[in-house]
């Protein structure tokens, strides 16, 4: 699909087909565009349980019209008793990321949608949570039919999740994965949903539901406790922000890589490219990502501990400096390895033109695996993430946030345009975000075309197994590829449409109210609007 979706009542894009339409629903019941997005995120922990799901972390990019965008940042730090000693006393070199021992960090993503629904209210935002949990609890207690994403990631962790505790009786038929079409049903996690509904997402962590999500991870061998998810609090936090000539763009502030995403395009910006798709478009690409993973991977961790405030890397002085380091015709040597990431980004934009880019994620394929049997849910290994070495930037330490590779974006146009977007993809978000918003909105490709385009990435890495070099898709042109090689980066040709190089998707609302949506076809998504 090349031609974009438009409406101007309201619009939702996710990577899956039924939870965009729940989101609708909600927009058509009269709800905002918070409202929509929380019903559409729901959905997503049922259809799309490899990818996200209410024990995973959640961030947000929140704009009203003629107001300051808001971000909402809804990540656990790891628990009070979680420290190296813990991992080192069991002989490991790494947190491990499957397992009980990687469920070591809190589960944001319900705290979050609290604070944004104190945002919604301000809004008028009327609907109940029984209302927002409506699609996704029918679905989860009825059933639903397995995508091909999800059977694929079964299959390709098998080994890693069979054993974990929990994971067979709910995503395995018969200890196999369910091929795609398979009617699963999650009546635990529906119960869930219908308790959140009926006394508040606060007794996520300090209710019933908390004590039952405590009980299983200590059952399972977790070294998260009751007091670690009584503790926990959501965070409403001013967004990273920068000044292109075209517009403003916004990302998620440290312990995210939003700051990566935001230098990249302020450095791309800096290379004067005048048109998509050739070399000078990929290659300046390639080049200023490689500069922004590394001052990413210098220096972004919990904002707590980090020692320059973020926004430095953003100044004209650095940004500057940065860019007249880039050869125009050569590659540099590349930075490090890719890391994986199972995310979902989701956007809504209501007929009021308030906006939501969102993300959520459970780090691998499932999370840590550990399935918790009375509340349905899977818990993330986003703590794996933390490094054992006492010298390293994420050095894990009791009740520090990890780093995330979680970073939605959100851009504000000086024709009046407000555009939202993102991608799954782990180190791959901000390249990816990258190629979607310059075909976009610098070189005025239609949104579906930008988000169906050819795609490339750096080293991207396939459940936890590092890639390297360049991977791009076998559709970009031959001749490209063999200009790119030349010119010294490292080529791996991959599939045609590799939903390894990211789930992506965006919304833009124009001026006069219409909005312009897009899906990728990589994922099993759509927009859905009216």
Known sequence: MLQSPMAHRGMVTSPHHLASQAGLAVLRDGGTAIEAAIATAAMLCVVYPHMTGLGGDAFWLIAEPG?????????????????????RRRGLGAVPTRGPLSANTVAGAVSSWQLALDVSAHWRGTLPLSRLF???????????????????????????????????????????PPPAGTLLRLPALAETFRRLAAVGLDDFYRGEIGRANAAGLAAAGSPLRAEDLARHRGM????????????????????????ASLILLGLFQRLNVTEAEGFDHIHGLIEAAKLAHGVRDAHVTDPARMSVHAATYLTDGVL???????????????????????????????????????????????????????????????????????????????????????????????????MVYGTMGGDSQ???????????????????????????????ALDGTPGSGIQVEARLDPALVQCLRQAGHDIQVVGDWDSLLGHAGALCRRADGMIEGAADPRSDGSVAGY
């Open 67 to 87: 107001k300051p965008p808001v971000s909402i940042d809804g990540s656990g730090a790891s628990g009070a008793k979680v420290d190296v000693d813990l991992y």
């Open 134 to 176: 409506e699609d996704a609890m029918d679905t989860a207690l009825n059933g639903f039919a397995v995508s091909a994403h999800q059977s694929a990631a079964s299959l390709r962790n098998m080994a890693a999740l069979k054993d974990q505790p929990g994971f067979a009786d709910q995503f395995l038929v018969k200890r196999k």
């Open 236 to 259: 409403r936090r001013r967004p990273l922000s920068l000044g292109i000539p075209s517009g403003t763009l916004f990302n998620t502030a440290p312990p995210t890589q939003g700051l």
């Open 320 to 418: 500057n400096h940065m860019a007249a380091g880039i050869d125009r015709q050569r590659a540099s040597p590349t930075v490090g390895d890719g890391t994986d990431g199972d995310t979902v980004w989701l956007g809504v934009v209501d007929g009021q033109g308030r906006s939501v880019s969102y993300i959520q994620s459970l780090f691998h394929a499932f999370g840590s695996g550990v399935t918790l049997p009375d509340t349905g849910i899977v818990w993330q290994c986003r703590g794996s993430s933390f490094s054992l070495d006492p010298n390293h930037r994420n050095v894990l330490e009791p009740r520090r946030r990890p780093f995330h590779t979680l970073s939605p974006g959100l851009a504000r146009l000086r024709d009046g345009r407000t």
């Open 430 to 460: 901000p390249i990816v975000q990258a190629e979607v918003f310059t075909r976009a909105a610098l070189f005025g490709q239609g949104l579906q075309q930008a988000v169906s385009a050819p795609r490339w990435a750096l080293g991207r």
